[in-house]
């Protein structure tokens, strides 16, 4: 059929001239494409399209928000409820800190020059009959337990005092020495301390101006000492004897030399 135009409903198909609605985008016969149908349905999918946009735009907005802002909220609880969390954890340590702080502090008040005379002349014998009796043990917990009151008493005069700090550092190392072979987290201050009261024990006797009773006391360390320098922090003798010599001072060694040393020796046995 002659083709008519596209006013009419309708049109001859030019791909085998079978009568079509016009509005047809292809030919139902044989699948020929309709120019005028296929760009009328274009238009109409468009504006399907755009109203479908409108409507997304239009009736989820208030719904996204209010879910926008129930979010908000719950972000804004939960960081409120962390933060305080945070605050109060924190808060628990410093105390925790200051309480354990307070309980070893050095900035209490000391005793009167004749408070701890009098002090003196009360706690020495007891010390003296410890010593005597070789219940070390008790006078380390006794030092310690005078930086827990106020006013805080001292045994400085006390005849045995630099004894009692050779046994400290003895006691100390071997801690460490327990932790170390027990394969147990080791810092740097444990093996710092291991070494400052090997070293001490070993080579430091002579040279700390302790009495020839006091190095009788403490010889008996010296195989325990050794044992920890040489077979657990794995030294040589050299190396343990070159390290004493280059950091004694006038009866003491130099415990910050040491720590610096301490590091090297933490890598060698990780």
Not at 8 to 22: D, L, Q, R
Not at 61 to 76: L, P, V
Not at 88 to 98: A, E, N, P
Not at 152 to 181: C, G, P
Request: aromatic share 14%; hydrophobic share 35%; with cysteine.
């Amino acid at each position: 059929m002659e083709d008519t135009g596209t006013n009419f409903k309708e049109y001859s198909c030019i791909n085998c001239g079978a009568i079509i609605c016009v509005d047809e985008h292809k030919c139902p016969y044989c699948g020929g494409f309709n120019y005028p149908g296929a760009e009328k349905k274009y238009f109409r999918d468009l504006n399907h399209i755009k109203d479908n946009l409108e409507q997304l735009e239009d009736i989820p907005k208030e719904s996204y928000k209010r879910e926008a802002s129930a979010q908000i909220r719950r972000i804004i609880k939960t960081l409120i409820i962390t933060s305080i969390i945070i605050v109060l954890i924190y808060g628990t340590i410093r105390l925790l800190l200051k309480w354990e702080d307070s309980r070893y502090s050095f900035d209490k008040a000391s005793a009167s020059a004749k408070d701890q005379l009098l002090w003196d002349k009360e706690n020495f014998p007891i010390l003296d009959e410890w010593y005597e009796k070789g219940e070390y043990d008790k006078l380390v917990e006794y030092s310690y337990n005078l930086y827990r009151e106020e006013p805080v008493y001292t045994y400085t005069n006390w005849k045995h005092q630099r004894f009692l700090w050779f046994y400290e550092d003895y006691s100390s190392a071997m801690e460490a020495r327990e932790k170390i072979e027990n394969k147990e987290d080791i810092s740097l201050y444990d093996i710092t301390r291991a070494i400052y009261g090997g070293l001490n024990i070993c080579y430091n006797l002579e040279n700390a101006d302790l009495d020839k009773d006091e190095i009788e006391r403490l010889e008996p360390f010296k195989p325990a000492m050794e044992a920890l320098l040489f077979d657990t922090l794995k030294f040589t003798e050299e190396e343990a004897s070159q390290l004493y010599n280059d950091n004694k001072g006038y009866s003491y060694i130099d415990y910050e030399k040491i720590e610096e040393y301490a590091a090297v020796v933490l890598k060698r046995l990780d």
